[in-house]
């Protein structure tokens, strides 16, 4: 055993003192036993950082290669992140402002809208979209994007600040879409206020 030993630590003693110690302006890449061969660096150009403000009004940063997460520093007991809670300020049916299957606002719709946003007292607003069941779930989505769209282009002509423009189509229904009055509550556009 003690011949083991003797050998074991003549062994180590004899690898440590073959490698040099790595100055900090030298390449780590240089010592034996550190290997950079698949080590991957990630720089600032190759990843796009972006922020996106979900319906509750929290942002979240998103990387392009799908990395993401919440923005705010506060978390409830539970570790979850407590956001700025948006406000639902505004739901106008569409029927009001849109033509059937049409996207363009009417003048005196534009009017009423930017009365609208020149009004209400918040730091930046959330236009969401929604449709009834009607047509298919691509079409819908495209529609109700477009018509959120054309709001927050009102909301901008007068100089609100738009933190985000989603479509949800039919995925998010406030009535039955088995009845004609629920249809028509479905097809709408909301407004949400954040502070």
């Known amino acids: 055993m003690t011949k083991a030993f003797i050998a074991l630590a003549l062994a180590v003693a ?22 950079m061969q698949n080590t ?11 922020i996106w403000v979900d319906p509750d009004g929290c942002e979240h940063w998103v990387m392009d290669d799908g990395a993401e997460g919440y923005m705010s520093p506060h978390t409830d007991r539970n570790g979850i992140p407590v956001c700025r809670r948006g406000n639902t300020c505004g739901v106008m049916n569409t029927d009001q402002f849109f033509a059937t299957d049409k996207y363009a606002i009417s003048s005196a719709g534009k009017a009423r809208l930017a009365e609208f946003f020149r009004q209400a007292q918040a730091t930046s607003f959330i236009i969401t979209g929604h449709t009834d069941s009607r047509a298919s779930d691509e079409y819908n989505l495209r529609l109700s994007y477009n018509r959120a769209l054309a709001v927050a282009s009102v909301a901008k002509s007068v100089g609100a600040r738009i933190a985000d423009v989603r479509g949800y ?27």
Do not use: H
């Not at 406030?174 to 954040?194: H, L, P, Q, Y």
């Open 169 to 195: 189509g039919e995925r998010w229904p406030v009535a039955s879409n088995a009845t004609a009055n629920g249809m028509a509550k479905n097809r709408r556009v909301e407004i949400i206020c954040v502070r």
């Open 40 to 50: 991957r660096i990630v720089r600032g150009e190759q990843y796009i950082p972006g």
């Open 14 to 35: 004899t690898g440590l003192g073959s490698t040099a110690p790595v100055r900090a302006d030298q390449d780590a890449g240089a010592s034996p036993f550190i290997s």
